[in-house]
């Protein structure tokens, strides 16, 4: 069986030689890059946050309402674009540089368009908000910042496509070095604009939204212009072998990216609006209830990179080796993933639970909110295990391009099975805001497992042709 062209240079001659592919020094040099990119997502947004308390408590509910509308379209966006990544990754595999450059392509159309249909929507959203029971000052202060928001998200969507694009092909530090540049001239950008610093005039809170308008784009506009540059996306070589047929048209292929990304929006958009409602439910429970559940949420998202990081290059490793014809190497990725993953997030899990009270009492002094965190700290601690099963699992799958199934079985597992039972666990059994965060759990665990028999069976196929039966 050939081998890809492009193999990491760490495979030893012996190696390539018997066909056999290591998989786990693979998997961590393009897990590495990726987790530290997802870290910069989470400080950009950490570094807005910060800035815009200074200002003042309107300006930050204000961000808040702003970003409750944002978060929801980035879920489907996100999930729209999300056959770019595996399908380029197949390609490259298979030594199909012609494919690669023409999906490439085809993906950053796919993400501008999606990324003006979701500006026009939110600016249509933008004259309601002083009809949906917000304070008038807070509603009146989000204006502004989220038309600025709204019209950076093409330039945010199009930054994501070209980074899973160069992640695809194997060039994922590239894609960090240009976060950290985006992060930085954020940070500064807002710290002038925000406060009036340097020269620039004082804006507030839309000086937060015009500095993530300017570095969104302007990241985006790096990114193209460095891949323009690089021979293995802008380069055209061989017409191997992979997910397209050869000679299809930019239009058609936009359509099918599309078309296998609708699933994947589906599924974002399950499982983020399953989680917004057990957050609605939280309400239901009290202030402290909220509180504690904030504090909860930012202890966890600090572990969460873990699993998505890995998640992506599991993607990204299963869908090149399926490319290349040898499904036994990627059913070892998805195992070895597997097993990272839970060996990593039970050593997370093992700190939460028995740190989660002191983790608490950083973060908050109020002691009710204290006390009720540290449970829900020790909660979550369990969840790091389920959750690195269940998104490692998808994230093989994805790289299989296998999408329909996952699907439903999320929407089974979410809105089926998980939601009735956080119903029932936190208002009929009286547990509170512990029912919220262990009703979810048992149903998460099955869905992962559920991910990974699949997985296991699809890869003991003879062909990567066989997986796409059931999409």
Same mark, same amino acid.
Do not use: K
């Given at each position: 069986?050939p081998?890809?062209n492009?193999?990491?240079k760490?495979?030893?001659?012996a190696d390539?030689?018997?066909?056999?592919?290591?998989?786990?020094?693979?998997?961590?040099?393009l897990?590495?890059?990726?987790?530290?990119?997802?870290a910069?997502?989470?400080?950009l $947004?950490?570094?807005?946050?910060?800035?815009?308390g200074h200002v003042?408590?309107?300006?930050?509910?204000?961000a808040a309402?702003?970003g409750n509308? &944002?978060m929801?379209?980035?879920?489907?966006a996100y999930?729209? &674009?999300?056959? !770019?990544?595996?399908?380029?990754?197949q390609l490259?595999?298979?030594?199909?540089r012609?494919?690669?450059?023409?999906?490439?392509?085809a993906g950053?159309?796919?993400?501008l368009?999606?990324g003006v249909? =979701?500006a &026009?929507s939110l600016t249509?959203?933008?004259? *309601?908000l002083?009809?949906?029971?917000q304070?008038?000052d807070?509603?009146?202060a989000?204006?502004?910042?989220?038309?600025l928001?709204a019209?950076?998200?093409p330039g945010?969507?199009l930054?994501v496509?070209?980074?899973?694009v160069?992640?695809?092909v194997?060039?994922?530090?590239p894609?960090?070095?240009?976060?950290v540049?985006?992060v @930085?001239?954020?940070?500064?950008?807002?710290?002038c604009?925000?406060?009036?610093?340097?020269?620039?005039p004082?804006?507030?809170?839309?000086?937060a939204?015009w500095?993530?308008? @300017?570095?969104?784009?302007l990241?985006?506009?790096?990114l193209a212009?460095w891949? *323009?540059s690089?021979?293995?996306?802008?380069?055209?070589g061989?017409?191997? $072998?992979?997910p397209?047929?050869q000679?299809l048209p930019v239009?058609a292929?936009?359509s099918?990216l599309f078309?296998q990304?609708?699933p994947?929006a589906?599924?974002?958009v399950?499982?983020g609006?399953?989680f917004a @409602?057990?957050?609605l439910?939280l309400?239901w429970?009290?202030?402290?209830?909220?509180?504690a559940?904030? @504090?909860?949420v930012g =202890?966890?998202?600090l572990?969460?990179? !873990?699993?998505v990081?890995?998640s992506?290059?599991?993607?990204?490793?299963v869908?090149?080796?399926a490319?290349a014809?040898d499904m036994?190497?990627?059913r070892?990725?998805?195992?070895?993933?597997? +097993?990272?993953?839970t060996?990593?997030?039970?050593?997370?899990?093992?700190?939460?639970?028995?740190g989660?009270?002191?983790?608490?009492?950083?973060?908050?002094d109020d002691?009710? !909110?204290?006390a009720?965190?540290?449970?829900l700290?020790?909660?979550?601690? =369990?969840?790091? &295990?389920?959750?690195?099963?269940?998104?490692v699992?998808?994230g093989?799958?994805?790289?299989?391009?296998?999408?329909?199934v996952?699907m439903?079985?999320?929407?089974?597992c979410y809105?089926?099975l998980?939601l009735?039972?956080?119903?029932? +666990?936190?208002?009929r059994?009286g547990?509170?805001a512990?029912?919220?965060w262990?009703?979810y759990?048992?149903?998460?665990?099955g869905?992962?497992?559920?991910f990974?028999v699949?997985f296991?069976? +699809?890869?003991?196929?003879?062909?990567p042709a066989?997986?796409g039966?059931n999409?």
């Open positions: 069986m081998l890809p492009d193999l990491p760490s495979l030893s001659q390539r030689a018997a066909g056999r592919l290591p998989v786990v020094v693979p998997l961590l040099t897990a590495a890059p990726m987790l530290l990119g997802q910069g997502q989470v400080l $947004q950490l570094t807005d946050t910060l800035l815009i003042g408590a309107v300006e930050l509910a204000a309402l702003a509308f &944002v929801f379209a980035l879920y489907f999930g729209a &674009v999300g056959a !770019v990544s595996p399908t380029i990754a490259h595999g298979a030594g199909n012609d494919g690669v450059s023409r999906m490439a392509e950053a159309w796919l993400a368009m999606i249909v =979701i &026009v249509a959203v933008v004259p *309601l002083e009809h949906l029971g304070p008038p807070v509603a009146g989000a204006w502004s910042y989220l038309l928001i019209w950076s998200m945010a969507i930054a496509v070209l980074g899973q160069a992640e695809a194997d060039r994922p530090w894609v960090f070095g240009f976060m540049m985006a @930085v001239l954020n940070a500064l950008l807002a710290w604009l925000v406060f009036g610093h340097a020269g620039f004082a804006l507030g809170l839309a000086g939204g500095a993530t308008f @300017v570095a969104r784009w990241h985006a506009a790096a212009l891949m *323009l690089d021979p293995r996306v802008a380069g055209r061989s017409g191997g $072998q992979g397209l047929p000679d239009v292929a936009i099918r078309r990304g609708l994947l589906a599924q974002d399950l499982e609006g399953a @409602v057990g957050a439910m309400g429970v009290g202030t402290t209830a909220l509180a559940n904030q @504090v909860t =202890i966890a998202s572990a969460w990179m !873990v699993p990081s890995l992506m290059a599991t993607g990204v490793r869908a090149q080796a490319g014809g036994d190497a990627a070892r990725t998805g195992v070895a993933a597997m +097993l990272l993953g060996s990593l997030m039970a050593v997370c899990a093992a700190f939460y639970v028995a989660g009270r002191w983790l608490a009492r950083v973060f908050t002691p009710e !909110v204290a009720l965190a540290g449970t700290v020790t909660i979550a601690g =369990i969840y790091q &295990v389920s959750d690195v099963i269940q998104s699992s998808l093989a799958l994805r790289g299989l391009l296998d999408n329909r996952p439903l079985a999320n929407a089974v809105w089926g998980s009735p039972t956080v119903w029932f +666990l936190t208002f059994c547990w509170g512990a029912g919220v262990a009703g759990l048992p149903w998460m665990v869905t992962g497992l559920f990974l699949r296991l069976r +699809l890869t003991a196929r003879p062909s066989a997986a039966s999409r």
